[in-house]
C-alpha cells in the first residue's frame, strides 16, 4: 500500500465533523486494503504503532520535529521554528515547507506503508546518547520523499497527534460496516472491551470474521476495560434496585489497578492501561508471593497508609507514587496496600460471565491475605439500617463511601461497560448533587487581575457516549491555587488547538482551545439547563443543554482516566433527573 492512499483518507476524515461520514469513509477504505495492512492503519490512524498498553511511544517532541522538517525542507531551523509558532502545529508546517521544496525537487522515492512503519519503529527503538539524532534523520528520510499532505499526517503521527477524529468508537462503527452488520456491533465492541486492542480486532475481524472475534478471549497481559458502575441517591432505592439484598464494599480512596500475573510475573495497568509495575514494586512483589494460582487477572485499590499506624491515607498521598523519578525513595515513604475486589481470569478460565459472588470466592482461594495485600472489606446487607450502618462504618474507616453490588445470577464482569449491577454510593449523595464529575479541558480563557499573563479559567467538557463529542458543561474558575495556575502552560499546551478541535462540541468561545486530553475533577452545587453549554442537549426535550452551577476544582488531575473516560453526558443527565431542581438556569 502506498503511504499516500492513507494520508488521503486522513485528509477526508479531517474535513468532516460527521461521526457517520468518518465511519462510512474508514468503511470504505478497510474494504478495499489488504488485511494484512489493517491492522498498521487502525494504530496510525489514532497517533501510534502499537496498543496503548505496550507502554512505547513515538517519543518526538514538537522542537525534535521541527529539526526533522528544516533537514527535510532545506531551511534554516529558525525559520522553521517562527512558523511554528505562527501555524502552531508541526504537521501544517511540514505541509507548507514541503511543498515549496516539491517544486525544486525532481526526484523522490514513493512512499509505502511498509516503509514508514519501519522507519517509525526505528524511531520508536531508538534510545542512548545519539536518540535524538537518529529520530531526526529517520523522520526527515520519510519527509524527504513525502508529498505536503503526506508530510502533515507523518509529523502528527510522531507527535501523536491526529486531529482527525478517528476515535475508537468511530473505527468499531467502521469496522462492524466494513465487514459485519450494525446488529454485530456489540461483539465487536466486546472483544476490544476484552483486549484494549483495536489492531487486533480489525486484524481478525478482516481475516477470520466475526467468528474469529468471538473467539478472542480474556488473556493475562491484555488489559481490559474496567467494569463502571451507576449512582443512585440513597441505600434504600439501591437495595430497591437489586431486589432488597446486595454486597456492599468498601469504596477505597486510591488509584484503581488491574494485576496480570503469569508464573511468578506481575503486571499493574491503570485504567488509563499505564504500566505502573515499576510505580508499585513492592505490591507487584506481594501480589507474586501471594498468588496461589499459575495465572490470574484481578482488579484492586492501591491506597496509601500510615506507616505507623496502619490508617488508610487520602489519595493525595499515594500520587506521589505516580511520579517517574526517585521512586526507591517513595515506595519506602509512602507504603502501600493493594485492597483486592475483583477477579476476572484464573488459570486459563475466563471468570468475567460468573456471578459476582463466585468470582468473589474465587479471589479468596487464589490469594494469601495479609500484609500487603488484603481483600476490599465486604458484607452482605438485607435492608436500609444494615446497609447504612456498613456505609457510616466506612466512612470512619476514611473511605469515600460503599459500591454496591449486585448479587443476581447475571451479575457478571461488563468490561467497559457502566450498569446497576455495581452502583457508587458516597456521603455527598445525600445533598443536592451526587457526586463530583471528570471533565475534559477543551479552552482556557485568559486570566485578568493577578491572573493577567496565564489562564484564568477553563472551559470543561463531558463525553457524549452516543456521538463520540466532548460538550461543553462549565466555564471553571475557582479552586485553583497558586502552583495550579503557574502549571497550567505546561499541563495543557501540548493540547493546543488553533481552532476548536472537531470533537468538541461547543457554543462559548474560549481564548484557547485545547484537544481533549486533560482531565479533572470538579465539584459543583447543582446541575441546571444552560442556553450556553451543550451537555445533553439532545435528551432534555427543549434543545437546552446542561451545565454545572458554581464548579470548582478539587485539586486531582485524573491522569489515571482517559479523555473518553471521563464523567458521560448520560451521566450528568442521569444526575440532572435524580436531583431536587427547581428550574433554575445557568449562562455562564
Request: glycine fraction near 10%; charge should be negative.
Amino acid at each position: 500500500m502506498l503511504y499516500a492512499d492513507l494520508a488521503a483518507r486522513f485528509e477526508e476524515l479531517e474535513a468532516t465533523g460527521s461521526r457517520l461520514e468518518m465511519a462510512s469513509i474508514l468503511s470504505d477504505f478497510f474494504k478495499g486494503m489488504d488485511a494484512r495492512d489493517i491492522r498498521s492503519v487502525v494504530y496510525l490512524s489514532q497517533g501510534k504503532l502499537r496498543p496503548d498498553f505496550h507502554g512505547v511511544e513515538l517519543g518526538m517532541s514538537d522542537r525534535l520535529v521541527l529539526r526533522s522538517i528544516s533537514s527535510a525542507a532545506g531551511v534554516p531551523l529558525g525559520k522553521t521554528e517562527k512558523l511554528w509558532i505562527e501555524l502552531g502545529d508541526p504537521g501544517l508546517v511540514a505541509e507548507r515547507l514541503i511543498a515549496v521544496k516539491k517544486q525544486t525537487t525532481l526526484f523522490s522515492e514513493p512512499l509505502t506503508l511498509a516503509r514508514v512503519i519501519r522507519n517509525l519503529e526505528a524511531i520508536e527503538s531508538a534510545d542512548g546518547r545519539d536518540s535524538q539524532t537518529k529520530k531526526t534523520k529517520l523522520l526527515a528520510q520519510l519527509l524527504h520523499d513525502s508529498s505536503p499532505v503526506e508530510a502533515r499526517f507523518l509529523c502528527r503521527i510522531v507527535t501523536g497527534r491526529m486531529r482527525v477524529g478517528a476515535g475508537a468508537m468511530t473505527i468499531l462503527d467502521a469496522l462492524a460496516e466494513a465487514f459485519a452488520g450494525k446488529e454485530d456491533r456489540p461483539l465487536i465492541e466486546r472483544g476490544y472491551n476484552i483486549t484494549c486492542d483495536l489492531g487486533l480486532i480489525a486484524e481478525t475481524l478482516a481475516t477470520e470474521g466475526l467468528e474469529g472475534v468471538e473467539s478472542i478471549k480474556v488473556a493475562v497481559g491484555s488489559p481490559l476495560k474496567v467494569m463502571l458502575a451507576e449512582r443512585l441517591p440513597s441505600v434504600e432505592q439501591i437495595l430497591e434496585r437489586m431486589g432488597g439484598r446486595c454486597a456492599m464494599e468498601y469504596k477505597y480512596d486510591g488509584i484503581r489497578v488491574q494485576a496480570h500475573i503469569s508464573a511468578g510475573e506481575v503486571r499493574l495497568y491503570s485504567r488509563r492501561l499505564e504500566d505502573l509495575t515499576s510505580n508499585f514494586p513492592d505490591v507487584a512483589a506481594a501480589l507474586a508471593a501471594g498468588c496461589r494460582v499459575k495465572d490470574a487477572i484481578i482488579e484492586g485499590e492501591c491506597v496509601a497508609v500510615d506507616r505507623d499506624t496502619g490508617a488508610m491515607l487520602p489519595f493525595q498521598t499515594v500520587t506521589h507514587r505516580r511520579k517517574k523519578h526517585g521512586m526507591e525513595q517513595a515506595v519506602r515513604d509512602i507504603p502501600v496496600r493493594i485492597f483486592m475486589f475483583d477477579m476476572v481470569y484464573a488459570d486459563g478460565e475466563d471468570l468475567t460471565a460468573r456471578p459476582y459472588e463466585e468470582r468473589r470466592r474465587a479471589l479468596a482461594e487464589s490469594f494469601e491475605i495479609g500484609g500487603q495485600v488484603e481483600l476490599t472489606k465486604m458484607r452482605v446487607v438485607g435492608s436500609v439500617e444494615e446497609g447504612l450502618a456498613f456505609f457510616n462504618e466506612a466512612l470512619e474507616d476514611k473511605c469515600e463511601g460503599i459500591m454496591a453490588k449486585s448479587l443476581a445470577e447475571d451479575s457478571v464482569y461488563r468490561a467497559g461497560s457502566r450498569g446497576f449491577l455495581w452502583v457508587k454510593y458516597k456521603r455527598d449523595y445525600e445533598s443536592a448533587l451526587t457526586d463530583s464529575f471528570d471533565l475534559a479541558v477543551v479552552g482556557a480563557f485568559f486570566g485578568m487581575g493577578k491572573r493577567t499573563g496565564g489562564y484564568g479559567a477553563l472551559l470543561m467538557a463531558s463525553f457524549d457516549e452516543d456521538t463520540g463529542m466532548f460538550c461543553t458543561v462549565c466555564k471553571l474558575g475557582t479552586g485553583f491555587d497558586d502552583g495550579f495556575l503557574a502549571g497550567m502552560p505546561a499541563l495543557l499546551d501540548d493540547g493546543l488547538s488553533e481552532t476548536r478541535p472537531r470533537s468538541v462540541d461547543a457554543k462559548m468561545t474560549p481564548d484557547v482551545w485545547f484537544e481533549p486530553t486533560v482531565v479533572l475533577e470538579v465539584v459543583a452545587a447543582e446541575i441546571s439547563k444552560s442556553p450556553v453549554h451543550t451537555a445533553a442537549s439532545a435528551l432534555t426535550g427543549d434543545g437546552s443543554g446542561l451545565g454545572l452551577r458554581f464548579p470548582r476544582f478539587t485539586g486531582r488531575v485524573r491522569d489515571d482516566k482517559e479523555p473518553d473516560q471521563c464523567t458521560s453526558v448520560q451521566e450528568i443527565h442521569g444526575m440532572y433527573l435524580l436531583q431536587d431542581r427547581g428550574g433554575s438556569e445557568t449562562g455562564e
